[in-house]
């Protein structure tokens, strides 16, 4: 099992500000990963798949980068809804696994 | 446009089952294969399994083999998710998401809560 740990566990920032959010895999998954979004009581959202994708009708704030085993997910100005918990999550094995998250909180 | 609608909350007993439904519209239901992911209150995202509805081929995580059951009705573009043996540490809100063209969740359903307890 591919095992990905996300960092930090916390990021506090304020709007406007860059965020940039790691995810690590446990062996080379090539570029197969994804970002999600998930806000409270809501389902996530898909923003970037095959590590640098945008997914339809994400803004382009949101850009990722990455490949084998270090992955990056940077928004380069922080909105007022881009506050959430974020997850990374690969396809480039079974079983498909997903980090623990970051949460991005007002500062 | 796609939608994953679930079924409603459910309050079970422990050793109990649930079987969980997702129906799907907005597109060509057999085209695509079915994901279930679980959440437990305040935790992470956690991968059940997948169904291929196509032909009902299933792959689970190893942690559920044995309990959980993965169908599709194809005349109602409905998928199933039913766990059996239920304990405390199952409740959680389950979702059901689409495996989109490019291979990731691209479309999720509203999540449905299952409680299990005494």
């Known amino acids: 099992e591919i095992l990905l740990t996300q960092s930090p566990a916390t990021l506090s920032l304020s709007p406007g500000e860059r965020a940039t959010l790691s995810c690590r895999a446990s062996?080379?998954?090539?570029?197969?990963l994804a970002w999600y979004q998930q806000k409270p009581g809501q389902a996530p959202r898909l923003l970037i798949y095959?590590?640098?994708n945008r997914a339809t009708g994400i803004p382009a704030r949101f850009s990722g980068s990455g490949s084998g085993t270090d992955f990056t997910l940077t928004i380069s100005s922080l909105e007022p809804e881009d506050f959430a918990v974020y997850y990374c999550?690969?396809?480039?094995?079974?079983?498909?696994?997903f980090g623990p998250g970051t949460k991005v909180e007002i500062k | 446009q796609v939608q994953l609608v679930q079924s409603g909350a459910e309050v079970k007993k422990p050793g109990a089952s649930v079987k969980v439904s997702c129906r799907a519209s907005?597109?060509?239901?057999?085209?695509?294969?079915m994901h279930w992911v679980r959440q437990a209150p305040g935790q992470g995202l956690e991968w059940m399994g997948i169904?291929?509805?196509?032909?009902?081929?299933?792959r689970y995580e190893q942690k559920f083999q044995g309990r959980v059951n993965m169908t599709r009705d194809t005349s109602t573009s409905t998928v199933f998710m039913e766990l059996s043996s239920l304990r405390s540490d199952d409740t959680a809100v389950y979702y059901c998401?689409?495996?989109?063209?490019?291979?990731?969740?691209?479309?999720w359903g509203q999540g449905t809560l299952v409680t299990v307890s005494s």
């Open positions: 062996q080379t998954i090539s570029r197969y």
């Open positions: 998401a689409r495996d989109g063209t490019v291979g990731y969740f691209d479309n």
């Open positions: 095959d590590a640098s």
């Open positions: 169904i291929f509805p196509s032909g009902g081929t299933t």
């Open positions: 999550q690969q396809r480039g094995n079974w079983p498909r696994t």
């Open positions: 907005g597109y060509t239901f057999t085209t695509h294969y």
